[in-house]
């Protein structure tokens, strides 16, 4: 084929998808869908879609016939639209995090098994440059061994209701304004460990690495706001390989937005928090009692920051449409988004049970042989600028 022919189906975060679809050469959107007639209006009025033909429901974009569907509905609702585009003959690239149960993953494997289709999670966070940098140290052996890896996920999120026009609001604002048709969206009740794919798919790819078990404990339900998850959980896991990764994610606790990613080794260590957008890294050539040594790495390189989340959404879109092209491998296929996906779901079952260790299982029919993300990414060539971190702040005024 000259072009992968692209559906979409779900048009709030798949706006963006959307958006991405269209600026890639090799791909033809030639339909979305969306229950919400406000949105696919919004979409529909946009600059270069007018080849776009935007219908309400799921079966009217499958019966385009579309090469390949992007699912992005929402998370209670993925895996049973992913079957249904494979039944039909397409292939997919999900949103996370893909399932929300472990049956449903299953579901999915068996689906991509029996159908032939293929099957790419779209977790943009992985394609974010720091990542690539953290890679090559490794490979290098910059940090000896890692025995420790840490994310963090820590983002306000009270909006968890939505009216029929797809409006967000918090539980304050509809008791306010009197907002009649809002109803709790498919996050509202998440537990927050199971939305994190976007700390835990980097350190596994950077580490070559998967999960084998985890436990996991949570915090209070104090948020008035958001009353009907967890306000943080924090997971514990341990890697084939044998190390540990610590996880949290909180949705509830008012911070500004940010994921944080840290490894610790033995010769070494390293930070990267997204709202400072550089790094922070120790090697075993340098004093360890002089401080960290700032490094200038970002989420996306200079000039490479459109597309969306730093320039990695138009990074999946051109991955997923020259590999289903090509009939190559995914970068994130579907036993790794099992990977991401699995120790998640578990977690939240440990923190229910009051954190009791629970093996993550490997659905694949063999065993894990090693990533393939850096068959599609490549690792710089170049150190990034480097500076002491002391020296790149100003002292605090004098009083």
């Not at 896991?237 to 994921?259: C, D, E, M, W, Y």
């Not at 996906?341 to 490997?362: C, F, H, M, Y």
Request: with cysteine.
């Amino acid at each position: 084929m000259d072009a992968l022919k692209v559906g979409i189906l779900g048009l709030g975060r798949g706006s963006g998808h959307l958006r991405n679809f269209l600026a890639v050469a090799e791909a033809e959107v030639i339909g979305a869908a969306d229950r919400i007639a406000a949105r696919r209006e919004r979409n529909a009025a946009r600059a270069g879609v007018e080849n776009v033909t935007f219908v309400k429901e799921f079966e009217q974009l499958l019966d385009m016939q579309p090469d390949a569907v992007v699912i992005a509905t929402n998370g209670r609702m993925q895996a049973r639209h992913t079957i249904q585009a494979m039944e039909a003959g397409c292939h997919v690239l999900s949103e996370v995090p893909g399932a929300f149960t472990q049956e449903e993953a299953t579901h999915i494997v068996a689906a991509v098994q029996r159908t032939g289709r293929r099957y790419m999670l779209a977790e943009n966070s992985c394609f974010w440059d720091f990542a690539r940098y953290w890679r090559k140290w490794v490979v290098e052996g910059r940090l000896g061994a890692v025995s420790v890896a840490e994310g963090e996920y820590l983002h306000f999120l009270p909006h968890t209701l939505m009216d029929s026009d797809g409006e967000r609001f918090n539980p304050s604002q509809v008791r306010g304004q009197l907002v009649s048709d809002a109803l709790p969206t498919w996050r509202a009740d998440q537990p927050p460990i199971q939305y994190s794919t976007h700390d835990l798919g980097p350190l596994l790819e950077i580490l070559d690495d998967r999960v084998v078990s985890v436990s996991c404990t949570e915090g209070p339900w104090w948020q008035s706001e958001a009353p009907l998850r967890a306000d943080s959980q924090i997971a514990t896991l341990k890697t084939a390989a044998g190390r540990l990764i610590r996880l949290q994610v909180s949705l509830n606790t008012r911070i500004p937005s940010t994921h944080n990613y840290r490894l610790l080794g033995t010769g070494g260590s390293l930070e990267w928090f997204r709202h400072e957008n550089f790094g922070r890294r120790l090697f075993a050539d340098m004093d360890h009692k002089s401080g960290w040594e700032k490094v200038d790495i970002r989420m996306a390189p200079a000039g490479h920051e459109g597309g969306g989340h730093g320039g990695a959404d138009i990074q999946i879109a051109r991955h997923f449409t020259r590999a289903m092209l090509s009939g190559g491998d995914l970068p994130i296929d579907v036993y790794r988004m099992c990977d991401y996906t699995l120790p998640g779901i578990l977690a939240a079952r440990s923190a229910e049970l009051g954190g009791q260790p629970i093996d993550v299982p490997d659905l694949r029919s063999g065993p894990y042989e090693g990533t393939k993300f850096w068959d599609f990414v490549d690792l710089p060539e170049e150190e990034p600028p480097a500076m002491p971190y002391k020296e790149s702040f100003a002292p605090w005024p004098e009083n």
